[in-house]
């Protein structure tokens, strides 16, 4: 499609449980980036792909959190156990290439962990 | 270790005024600087990219400013409109992974 999609929009979870969130790259883009915007509007990025390799998990809290990039399927991003302090707006991004080139954003999906 | 520093956090400008937001970097490894224009509830969107062997990149009414030996770059809105209202983020991009690092953001409100 011409626009990253994501899902689902909001997403409420208990401490303790799973989250699963979905995004759909723009067709044809090779490079697929999570970042996390949490309260005061800071952005943190968390692991990238190009297809459906890593690319870069520097960001990535590695004891809960998970991602994945398959063929033919959107990617995903798993949270097990969440914590209160993963609350926070996830966006998924899509480029063409990895540098010098933008980054589309997807409208994020809202999770809140009680 | 904040390696893009945003400023003004929040900046009231009249319509028809203009709105500059500063930005400035540490990592000499960035090659590629756009800023994102962001609503409530609504992803960033790209607003104008620079790279560092361009001092000026203007589209409409908005120009980037960008000083590589100083390290910093702004955004200029010339003729400020109350939809220019919204949160805007200065980015780099460059070095290991190319990810995005974000300034802080700046909440603009355009006054009618």
């Known amino acids: 499609g011409e626009e990253v999609a994501q899902t689902p929009k909001h997403l409420v979870r208990g401490e303790g449980q799973k989250a699963k969130l979905y995004c759909a790259p723009i067709k044809g883009h090779s490079y697929v980036f999570w970042y996390q915007q949490v309260l005061k509007n800071e952005f943190k990025f968390l692991i990238s792909f190009q297809n459906e390799n890593v690319f870069d998990e520097t960001g990535m809290p590695k004891e809960r959190f998970s991602a994945k990039c398959l063929p033919n399927s959107p990617c995903s991003l798993e949270i097990q156990a969440t914590k209160l302090e993963d609350s926070a707006v996830y966006f998924c991004?899509?480029?063409?290439?990895?540098?010098?080139?933008?980054?589309?954003f997807g409208p994020g999906t809202r999770l809140l962990v009680l | 270790q904040q390696q893009v520093k945003q400023s003004p956090q929040s900046l009231i400008v009249q319509k028809g005024g203009i709105s500059i937001i500063n930005c400035a970097y540490e990592n000499t490894a960035f090659d590629y600087f756009p800023w994102y224009q962001q609503f409530p509830g609504k992803g960033p969107a790209l607003l104008i990219a620079?790279?560092?062997?361009?001092s000026e990149k203007k589209e409409g009414r908005f120009t980037i400013s960008f000083n590589k030996s100083a390290k910093q770059f702004s955004l200029h809105i010339m003729d400020s409109q109350p939809g220019d209202s919204a949160t805007y983020f200065c980015?780099?991009?460059?070095?290991?992974?190319?990810?995005?690092?974000f300034g802080a953001g700046t909440i603009l409100r355009v006054k009618s």
């Open positions: 991004a899509s480029s063409l290439y990895p540098s010098q080139e933008t980054q589309y």
């Open positions: 980015a780099a991009q460059g070095g290991y992974g190319n990810k995005l690092v």
């Open positions: 620079i790279r560092p062997d361009v």
